[in-house]
């Protein structure tokens, strides 16, 4: 089982920045591979980005890059997000999630999530 609880959500004004950081319970972490991904109202949810258990793959989404950026620190069992150059399209609730197989962009491929924090970017 793998616990996850997202932070760093928040209200930012356009082209601004945001780290989004997410906290994950076990021993295991190091284990799964990473992912975030967002929904707006309305919206289906979408793949932002995902990385490796080890950290060195990434993937990001096209809409997203250039400027979203995914890490990892083992160590501390979290997984970041860093947003720069935000845009009012960026707006959505954003989730952080765990699976077992290697880089996938599918939600559900994806076994654990944590419950979400949302970012509004102001125009």
């Known amino acids: 089982q793998v616990q996850l609880v997202e932070s760093g959500g928040g209200l930012v004004q356009a082209g601004g920045s945001l780290r989004l950081s997410c906290a994950a319970s076990g021993r295991t972490f190091s284990r799964y591979t990473m992912g975030w991904f967002r929904q707006a109202p309305g919206k289906e949810r979408e793949f932002v980005a995902a990385i490796s258990w080890s950290g060195g793959s990434t993937r990001v989404a096209d809409s997203v890059k250039g400027r979203f950026t995914i890490s990892r620190d083992n160590a501390k069992n979290t997984v970041y997000l860093q947003m720069n150059t935000l845009k009012p399209e960026d707006t959505a609730v954003y989730y952080c999630?765990?699976?077992?197989?290697?880089?996938?962009?599918?939600?559900?491929?994806?076994?654990?999530w944590g419950q979400g924090t949302q970012v509004t970017v102001s125009s």
């Open positions: 999630a765990a699976t077992n197989r290697v880089i996938t962009t599918t939600p559900g491929n994806y076994n654990y």
